[in-house]
């Protein structure tokens, strides 16, 4: 009773993930030595969706008199950089954020 359990389940997993069948696509049911019927299935398929991530890394340089100056200074063009990236994104936050 478990081996067909394990065949029906097996079954409808194929029908519904797969590819309708071509003629090159293989699916038989073949019995084995004193166990249950081996099913052997191929195919192929594919899927494409619209991206959904993107991955920046982006760097700002800035000299000054003092490493202080030059930190905020760049933390001053690193927001504006930010700001306007995300501008070109509108309804879609950004996430992570890191300074060196």
């Known amino acids: 009773m478990r081996e067909r359990r394990v065949i029906l389940l097996c079954l409808v997993l194929l029908a519904t993930t797969t590819t309708p069948a071509r003629a090159d696509d293989q699916f038989r049911i073949r019995p084995t030595a004193g166990g249950p019927p081996l099913l052997e299935a191929s195919g ?3 899927v494409s969706v619209p991206p ?3 991955t ?3 760097g700002v340089v800035t000299q000054a ?3 202080r100056e030059a930190a905020e200074e760049n933390a001053r063009k690193m927001t504006a950089v930010v700001q306007a990236l995300a ?6 936050p950004g ?3 890191s300074h060196r």
């Not at 501008?87 to 879609?92: A, H, I, K, L």
């Open 87 to 92: 501008r070109q994104v509108p309804g879609r």
């Open 44 to 46: 192929e398929g594919s």
């Open 65 to 67: 008199a003092t490493a």
């Open 56 to 58: 920046f890394s982006l």
């Open 52 to 54: 959904d991530l993107a």
């Open 95 to 97: 996430r992570g954020q």
